[in-house]
């Protein structure tokens, strides 16, 4: 397990117009190649939180074609999530695809109900952790931020938390704030991807992207600029630290049979 670069991405997205999002994208990303080993883009990235089954995807469509292009080009795991149209059903799917072209996908456990998101997606039911150079690394999306009990780190099962969101700028000191209470209670990294500008409804997005370590000290702060930062992630601080605070040695036991 080595030392792991993780680049974040905090961008303005156009509504649900997949292909200008790729293209800005891809050239916010051309810079990186070997140097990074994982990217996260923000939740929705090819069309922003839109309710609407325009530039859904279907199968494996054209964004997420996208996705591998770039993790072969790049040679990086590439994470972010998207519309998806599976048979009747919506959801909002987080794909972390790899340089071969596999990926592992999470769909979307907690529905934003106050954004009407329940209403047009199906809710996910499984957790997802995935394996990469070492590392083991549990994927979320926005509003499962707000549930411990989700996110919870049973027997150090992940080393890095990622969330991907458009968290809207009112209520931005919860996103910062419940990104380092993870991170704290879950002996673990924690990264946070939002966006920035304003959508169509009118929200505006203000970023405050994240990395956070596992004592909840901030590693990366992207503030509200438009830009992508990298930061490394050190393997021996996480064990040495996990080692001599072994807080999770005195966790409640727990499962999740109620689902």
Same mark, same amino acid.
């Not at 117009?17 to 996260?40: F, M, R, Y």
């Not at 199906?122 to 995935?130: A, F, P």
């Given at each position: 397990?080595?030392?792991?670069?993780?680049?974040?991405?905090?961008?303005?997205?156009?509504?649900?117009?997949?292909?200008?999002?790729?293209?800005?994208?891809?050239?916010?990303?051309?810079?990186?190649?070997?140097?990074?080993?994982?990217?996260?883009?923000?939740?929705?990235?090819?069309?922003?939180?839109?309710?609407?089954?325009?530039?859904?995807?279907?199968?494996?469509?054209?964004?997420?074609?996208?996705? /591998?292009?770039? @993790?072969?080009?790049?040679?990086?795991? $590439? #994470? &972010?999530?998207?519309? +998806?149209?599976?048979?009747?059903?919506?959801?909002?799917?987080?794909?972390?695809?790899?340089?071969?072209?596999?990926?592992?996908?999470?769909?979307?456990?907690?529905?934003?109900?106050?954004?009407?998101?329940?209403?047009?997606?199906?809710?996910?039911?499984?957790?997802?952790?995935?394996?990469?150079?070492?590392?083991?690394?549990?994927?979320?999306?926005?509003?499962?931020?707000?549930?411990?009990?989700?996110?919870?780190?049973?027997?150090?099962?992940?080393?890095?938390?990622?969330?991907?969101?458009?968290?809207?700028?009112?209520?931005?000191?919860?996103?910062?704030?419940?990104? /380092?209470?993870? @991170?704290?209670?879950?002996?673990?990294? $924690? #990264? &946070?991807?939002?966006? +920035?500008?304003?959508?169509?409804?009118?929200?505006?997005?203000?970023?405050?992207?994240?990395?956070?370590?596992?004592?909840?000290?901030?590693?990366?702060?992207?503030?509200?600029?438009?830009?992508?930062?990298?930061?490394?992630?050190?393997?021996?601080?996480?064990?040495?630290?996990?080692?001599?605070?072994?807080?999770?040695?005195?966790?409640?036991?727990?499962?999740?049979?109620?689902?």
């Amino acid at each position: 397990m080595a030392n792991l670069r993780v680049s974040l991405v905090q961008t303005d997205l156009v509504w649900d117009d997949p292909a200008a999002n790729c293209a800005q994208i891809e050239e916010k990303l051309s810079d990186l190649a070997g140097k990074t080993d994982v990217i996260v883009l923000p939740e929705m990235f090819a069309t922003g939180f839109s309710m609407t089954p325009t530039g859904a995807e279907i199968g494996k469509g054209p964004a997420l074609q996208w996705m /591998q292009l770039q @993790a072969n080009r790049l040679g990086a795991l $590439v #994470i &972010g999530s998207l519309k +998806v149209k599976q048979q009747n059903a919506f959801f909002n799917r987080l794909y972390a695809v790899q340089p071969d072209g596999a990926f592992t996908s999470y769909d979307k456990r907690h529905l934003f109900r106050m954004g009407a998101e329940h209403e047009f997606y199906q809710s996910g039911d499984k957790q997802v952790i995935v394996s990469y150079k070492g590392w083991n690394l549990a994927l979320f999306i926005c509003y499962d931020l707000r549930f411990p009990v989700w996110s919870r780190n049973v027997g150090m099962a992940y080393d890095a938390a990622i969330y991907v969101a458009n968290w809207p700028a009112p209520r931005a000191n919860a996103w910062r704030t419940l990104l /380092q209470a993870r @991170a704290i209670e879950n002996l673990s990294y $924690v #990264i &946070g991807v939002n966006r +920035v500008g304003i959508d169509a409804n009118a929200l505006d997005y203000v970023g405050d992207s994240l990395l956070v370590d596992f004592k909840g000290a901030l590693q990366l702060d992207l503030a509200s600029q438009d830009q992508i930062l990298t930061c490394e992630l050190s393997a021996t601080e996480l064990v040495e630290f996990r080692a001599k605070f072994p807080a999770h040695l005195d966790a409640d036991s727990f499962n999740l049979s109620s689902l």
